[in-house]
């Protein structure tokens, strides 16, 4: 479950050979700083190991991803990552296997909750351990080891880049996740009699959700052998002219299939929006509410409901 | 190929398979207008289910159908609009304004037995 393949899959985000170049452009890094990276391969394979147990002993003394330290495997998993990613920084080859292992990761750490800032800071402590270790054991002096950590905070933007990205299009993946899910549940097309259908309209109308609605309205009334169709818009707080063409269009299209369409639930403030828009509604039955709509399309269906007694009780 | 034209009992029903001509089209509007008469049909259906495209030809013959029809003294009815040529006609601001419509072949018969039937019902 923790392989990177099925990490990778469970995401949209990619980097091509190209994007990776220009992201090595934008942080500026040249083969000297590559050469002076690989200077510091000794440091980070003698204390590696004591620089990821520090990174997430931060995180753990701060509170932060209790998921992630809460999941044994996980947090295994991320140690593994995390320490092949200090011996990956130095052998300095940046290339595509690299980046993948770097957006990996990132999908671990966004899969168990480790919030960016939270992330920031541990990378930030990590590589003040780094710096002093650098500082300590140069033998050269100050001036080159300052050097050689001014090109490792390069590749190491580059990471917080990618990471930062990961991140963010996960957040966003969610959120078109959720919307897709409100947009599926908002539009339900009901059968309440033979040949009778009502569609409850709830929250804002965008043109891609009048489509949809167009679309499953047209499809229900073959489906269901509609003859009328009541739509209700009482939950629709404002309607703009291209919705609101779209809306007519629809009920266009619901006549040439044979099916008359009333809309019942007009707001104020939706009704008023129209006449100043100058839509043209002349040609459309409208009703005040939903149950005068459902009378309406009743009596024009053949039906009468009568009342036959004062009806059961209801409550023990 | 020409659009058969099947009567059932006082009711004469057409059924436009994939990609009728312009040709077959009108080839059909003279037929109908002449077997209205001769067969003193009250209504006539056409199906138009088989079809993927309604363009503005084809709109305006059965446009042009429907009044002669009236004019002969029986109801056109156009069943069987799929909901993607539809929305396109709608789009594409292709009406069928006046003209009866309904979904399928059954709807469309039952919706000429009941003008009949309000006819009918007026005349005595």
């Known amino acids: 479950m923790l392989d990177q393949q099925s990490l990778s899959r469970s995401s949209q985000f990619s980097l091509s050979d190209a994007d990776i170049e220009r992201r090595k452009i934008i942080v500026d890094l040249t083969a000297r700083d590559i050469s002076r990276i690989t200077a510091l391969k000794d440091i980070v394979t003698q204390e590696g190991e004591r620089y990821t147990e520090d990174f997430f002993r931060y995180l753990r003394d701060l509170g932060e991803a209790p998921g992630l330290f809460a999941r044994r495997d996980a947090f295994a998993e991320a140690k593994r990552r995390k320490r092949e990613h200090l011996t990956a920084i130095t052998n300095a080859i940046y290339d595509h296997a690299y980046a993948e292992q770097r957006i990996a990761l990132a999908l671990l750490y966004s899969r168990y909750g480790l919030e960016t800032r939270a992330f920031l800071g541990a990378f930030d402590h990590l590589l003040g351990l780094v710096g002093d270790d650098i500082m300590k054991r140069s033998s050269e002096g100050a001036d080159v080891a300052f050097r050689q950590f001014m090109s490792l905070k390069k590749i190491v933007f580059f990471d917080i880049a990618i990471m930062v990205d990961v991140l963010m299009s996960e957040r966003e993946r969610t959120i078109s996740q959720q919307q897709d899910a409100i947009r599926e549940l908002s539009t339900p097309v009901l059968q309440v009699r033979d040949g009778l259908l009502i569609l409850p309209i709830i929250g804002m109308i965008d043109s891609q959700r009048a489509k949809q609605l167009t679309d499953d309205l047209l499809r229900a009334i073959r489906a269901n052998r509609a003859r009328m169709v009541v739509m209700d818009i009482t939950g629709v707080a404002a309607v703009d002219s291209k919705v609101a063409n779209h809306l007519i269009q629809t009920i266009a299209a619901a006549r040439l299939m044979g099916s008359t369409v009333i809309i019942t639930g007009l707001s104020a403030d939706v009704a008023q929006a129209l006449v100043a828009l100058g839509v043209d509604l002349g040609k459309i039955t409208t009703t005040g509410d939903l149950q005068g709509g459902l009378d309406e399309a009743e009596r024009l269906l053949g039906y009468r409901v009568i009342r036959e007694g004062p009806g059961q009780r209801l409550s023990a | ?124």
């Not at chain 2, 207008?33 to 003193?40: F, P, S, T």
């Open chain 2, 1 to 124: 190929m020409a659009i058969p034209i099947l009567k059932q009992g006082d009711v004469l029903i057409a059924s436009l398979q994939a990609d009728p001509t312009d040709n077959d089209l009108i080839l059909l509007k003279d037929e109908l207008a002449d077997r209205i008469g001769r067969l003193r049909s009250i209504g006539v259906v056409i199906d138009v289910s088989g079809l993927d495209v309604m363009d503005s030809f084809a709109t305006r013959t059965l446009r042009g159908i429907a009044h002669t029809t009236r004019l002969r003294g029986a109801d056109t009815v156009i069943v069987g609009i799929q909901p993607e040529v539809a929305f396109s006609m709608v789009q594409l601001g292709l009406t069928l304004d006046g003209i009866a419509t309904a979904l399928d072949l059954e709807e469309g018969r039952a919706r000429l037995q009941r003008r009949a039937d309000d006819e009918a019902s007026r005349g005595t």
